[in-house]
């Protein structure tokens, strides 16, 4: 069984500490990078956390459970 990883998308403020947890942080301040990170996932990730401002950034695809992207989260505000 291959153990897949937690990825973190959103600013800096917001995401930064998460790192201590494991998760790989990918800061994005503003809608297009957050769009860039999103796109650059790497295949390994199975699990990515939102800040509630990237979550807006992507659309509300992305958080649907049958989509086919890594499963999903959003930070509350």
């Known amino acids: 069984m291959t153990v897949g990883t937690v990825a973190a998308i959103g600013a800096r403020t917001s995401v930064s500490g998460l790192a201590l947890a494991g998760v790989d942080v990918l800061v994005a301040e503003d809608p297009d990078a957050v769009r860039r990170a ?32 890594p499963l999903t989260v959003v930070m509350p505000r």
């Not at 796109?39 to 459970?65: C, F, K, M, N, R």
């Open 38 to 69: 999103w796109q650059d996932l790497p295949g390994t990730v199975t699990l990515v956390i939102l800040t509630a401002s990237a979550a807006e950034s992507l659309g509300a695809t992305v958080t649907e459970p049958d989509s086919p992207r």
